[in-house]
């Protein structure tokens, strides 16, 4: 493909993707594809030689589209939803259409580094997050991450290098990292990955599933008395299944007290809230300044930013640095060996790293902070009249009390009487009914023994109508489970 070629197709691909955001909202939310259909459509090794460029363009759309769920539609409500927008998308295709392995080294592209450090400060300030975090502290710091478990990987082991220098003597197998039942898999994949014990601490149903300080103490105390050496908590701030909230308030003492404790803060959906000065006490924002050692926020969740960006600051930039500096001749720069300038890749575990500040910079200048706090607040709203419909129903329940824009329900007809164990195959079966639909997407989650549905709203389509469409299809999927329960 030529220049002249490449413009033209560029074009093309842009009205593509326009047609597509005019289409959305009338296409489904699911693909209805069945595995392996790729596999079966497409040869077995790849052309010998090149095929014109409009007909590989006219197969994306014959193949592919089709087998993807779009989560940018304003009925998804899954997981949690990735907003995406047309300035990240740009950002995207600015730093990917030049092309560059940038920034590994400041001097690999100084933009690259110049403008991450600036706009992290930037997402810190709107986030409120203290200046010690802010790369302009020269001491704390800010780096972009492709993904939050990369984000706690990274911050696990900074702690782990910090506690074995920290303590020379204790042997490997004797480190343990705490986490809670209800922390995202990516607590076990960091002990997976760096061979370490994981303890998930156990939370309640009465607490709402966060962890308690007293749980904390106990376990450190158990610790103790057995050998070993809790070096980390991964504690969670807007959990995956239920929005739970950690009470870091109440484990602050315990990090004053014992300070060889790293405290990594995991905020990837919920994070992002605390551009509005409301929802702060609610995210814990002073416990986080006061006792964080690293904390993160997906941008790529509920922040606008198209996938990737996963926002980690931490405290002390030395301590990443320790773990991760490895400087052999070839990476080498004048301003890396005089230390003036951040050399990024001993911030994070590759060396080649994405451009991801640029769709980060572009979407927080044209959104402002006061753009950013209006899209916030308009899904938490969404999620309040989803909330206020499940409060007035007759089917369902609230399984814990809504947090942002998450809410976490279950089918339970109060005029029935039915056992925990026939609920959860009640929920099951209503589950496997509403995942059948094309035109909704929700998902199921299993609390201490609960199965339940999560509403996640997050797409900036979403309208009041989506919501009253979406509470329409589970009041039909839950007359059909039920009439399918009574037969
Ligand atoms: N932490 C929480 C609380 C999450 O909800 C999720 C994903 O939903 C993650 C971490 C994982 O994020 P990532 O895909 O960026 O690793």
């Known amino acids: 493909m030529d220049i002249e070629q490449f413009r033209r197709a560029g074009y093309q691909a842009i009205d593509h993707i326009c047609d597509y955001y005019y289409s959305l909202r009338n296409m489904a939310v699911a693909p209805q594809v069945e595995p392996g259909y790729i596999r079966r459509a497409l040869p077995s090794a790849a052309p010998h030689t090149g095929e014109a460029f409009e007909k590989i363009v006219q197969d994306y759309h014959k193949l592919i589209v089709p087998g993807l769920m779009h989560w940018q539609h304003p009925r998804f409500f899954a997981y949690f939803p990735t907003a995406s927008t047309f300035e990240a998308i740009l950002g995207d295709l600015y730093a990917n259409g030049i092309g560059p392995n940038p920034g590994f080294n ?15 400060d ?6 409120g997050l203290d200046s010690t975090f802010h790369n302009a502290s020269g001491i ?14 990274v911050a696990t082991v900074a702690a782990r290098s910090r506690f074995i220098r920290q303590h020379p003597n204790v042997p490997a197998e004797k480190l343990v990292l705490y986490t809670t039942t209800q922390t995202h898999s990516l607590g076990k994949k960091a002990g997976l990955v760096l061979g370490l014990n994981v303890r998930a601490l156990a939370v309640t149903a009465e607490d709402s599933y966060a962890l308690r300080g007293a ?20 504690a969670t701030v807007g959990t995956t299944s239920s929005g739970a ?3 870091l308030e109440e484990l602050g003492d315990i990090f004053v007290a014992v300070p060889s404790l790293w405290l990594h803060v995991d905020a990837a959906w919920a994070g992002v809230s605390m551009a509005c000065p409301e929802y702060r006490d609610l995210c814990l924002l002073d416990d986080i300044n006061k006792y964080a050692d690293s904390v993160c926020t997906n941008f790529h969740k509920w922040g606008l930013v198209t996938f990737d960006c996963s926002t980690l600051w931490v405290r002390e930039r030395k301590n990443l640095t320790d773990a991760l500096d490895i400087t052999p001749e070839f990476l080498r720069s004048t301003h890396g060996d005089a230390g003036t300038v951040i050399d990024y890749r001993n911030w ?24 950013f706090q209006r899209y916030i607040r308009q899904t938490v709203q969404r999620s309040d009249t989803f909330v206020s419909l499940i409060k007035q129903s007759a089917h369902f329940r609230l399984i814990t009390p809504p947090c942002l824009s998450l809410s976490v329900f279950r089918l339970e007809p109060p005029a029935r009487s039915f056992d925990q164990g026939q609920l959860n195959a009640l929920n099951r079966a209503f589950y496997a009914c509403l995942s059948a639909r094309q035109d909704v997407a929700f998902t199921q989650t299993d609390l201490n023994g609960t199965i339940c549905i999560r509403c996640a709203v997050g797409a900036e389509r979403t309208e009041e109508a989506d919501i009253l469409q979406a509470y329409e299809v589970l009041c039909e999927e839950a007359n059909k489970t039920l009439d399918a329960w009574d037969k």
């Open 215 to 234: 749980t904390l103490k106990r376990a450190l105390e158990e610790d103790a008395k057995a050998g070993m050496h809790p070096f980390m908590l991964i």
């Open 348 to 371: 994070h575990l590759g060396l080649g790293r994405r451009f991801r500040a640029l769709k980060l910079w572009f979407v927080l200048r044209s959104y402002g902070v006061r753009g």
């Open 106 to 120: 400041w001097s690999a592209s100084p933009a690259c580094t110049e403008l991450e450090a600036v706009v992290m």
């Open 122 to 127: 930037w997402a810190a300030e709107m986030l």
């Open 245 to 247: 909230i950690d009470r």
């Open 140 to 153: 704390g710091g800010g780096v972009l991450q492709t993904s939050a478990s990369d984000s706690s990987l």
